[in-house]
């Protein structure tokens, strides 16, 4: 029987509280997570060396397999060499996310941020309400903007941390609901 789907609402409740509190959040290009070990990464780098000793401690997850691995195949030396290139792909991760936020920056003030937040696509020229010729999902340019600035040109005042989050959940409603409108079409 067809019907409503009380689950689909709640995934988009979801959905929407994420990208809201910044779980989840396309305009940056990657998880709210990676976000906090970069975060995390440069404050540490601001200790000296003790920082960079916590900056390795980071990369353990990554490093410590690699190492077991390189010293299975190749002993001691394998084993050094597999955690360096676990260390090595860890700081890769954290600043090509830096790399990511700066790109998408650079593209958003020379489009007056007028890019689609699924895909970071200039969408100036395009009617208010249209189909992203790059992703194929729907945008509201005027929702697009209000979004983007607000995560890359933050107002110098900003209100109480429930207002800002119930004002982020309100833009990216709309915003969902415009990206799954063309798919429903």
Same mark, same amino acid.
């Given at each position: 029987?067809?019907g409503?789907?009380?689950?689909?609402k709640? &995934?988009? +409740?979801?959905?929407?509280?994420?990208?809201?509190?910044?779980?989840k959040?396309?305009?940056?290009g990657? !998880?709210?997570a990676?976000?906090? /070990?970069?975060?995390?990464?440069?404050? #540490?780098?601001?200790?000296?060396a003790?920082?960079?000793?916590?900056?390795?401690l980071?990369?353990?997850?990554? !490093?410590?397999?690699l190492?077991?691995l390189?010293?299975?195949?190749?002993?001691f030396?394998?084993?050094?060499?597999?955690?360096?290139?676990g260390? #090595?792909?860890?700081? /890769? $991760?954290?600043f &090509?996310?830096n790399v990511?936020? *700066?790109q998408v +920056?650079a593209?958003?003030?020379e489009?007056?941020?007028?890019? @689609? #937040? $699924?895909?970071?696509?200039?969408i100036v020229?395009f009617?208010?309400r249209? &189909?992203c010729?790059? @992703?194929?999902k729907?945008f509201?340019?005027a929702?697009?903007?209000k979004l983007?600035?607000?995560?890359?040109?933050?107002?110098?005042?900003?209100?109480v941390?429930?207002? /800002?989050l119930?004002? !982020?959940?309100r833009l $990216?409603?709309?915003?969902i609901r *415009? &990206?799954?409108r063309?798919?429903d *079409?």
């Amino acid at each position: 029987m067809g019907g409503y789907d009380s689950g689909m609402k709640r &995934r988009t +409740k979801r959905e929407i509280s994420r990208l809201a509190r910044g779980v989840k959040d396309p305009r940056r290009g990657f !998880s709210t997570a990676h976000g906090y /070990v970069r975060k995390i990464v440069g404050i #540490l780098l601001q200790l000296d060396a003790f920082g960079f000793v916590l900056v390795i401690l980071l990369a353990a997850p990554i !490093s410590f397999p690699l190492g077991y691995l390189g010293g299975l195949m190749a002993g001691f030396k394998g084993q050094v060499i597999g955690a360096v290139v676990g260390m #090595l792909i860890f700081v /890769v $991760w954290v600043f &090509r996310a830096n790399v990511i936020m *700066e790109q998408v +920056k650079a593209a958003g003030k020379e489009h007056d941020f007028e890019l @689609c #937040l $699924w895909c970071h696509f200039p969408i100036v020229g395009f009617p208010n309400r249209s &189909r992203c010729p790059e @992703c194929g999902k729907g945008f509201d340019r005027a929702i697009s903007q209000k979004l983007y600035k607000q995560q890359y040109e933050p107002r110098p005042y900003q209100p109480v941390r429930s207002v /800002v989050l119930a004002r !982020s959940a309100r833009l $990216w409603a709309r915003a969902i609901r *415009e &990206r799954d409108r063309v798919r429903d *079409e």
